[in-house]
């Protein structure tokens, strides 16, 4: 992981590090999150990060290129 905090990439993808390698490493049953009574698996991390993630198309807005950035402020 980023161990040397001075050292991080430009651009990171914290869904990528935190979810995405527990699903490929065949961890997605695991636990992930306690939240009071609830518990969370990766499984179920990655399907609301997803929710999330096109939550913007749901509105009419679209990402052209890769580069492109969507702003979601929550009130």
């Known amino acids: 992981m ?3 905090l001075e050292n991080l990439p430009e ?3 914290a869904a990528s590090i935190f979810v995405d390698e527990n699903i ?3 961890r997605g049953d695991n636990i992930a999150i306690y939240y009071g009574d609830e518990i969370l698996t990766y499984h179920d991390v990655f ?4 929710k999330t993630g096109n939550a ?4 009419g807005s679209t990402c052209r290129r890769k580069s492109d950035a969507n702003i979601i402020r929550f009130a």
């Open 24 to 26: 490929r490493d065949k």
């Open 56 to 59: 913007p198309e749901e509105f």
């Open 11 to 13: 651009q990171l993808n």
């Open 2 to 4: 980023f161990s040397d």
């Open 47 to 50: 399907n609301e990060v997803n």
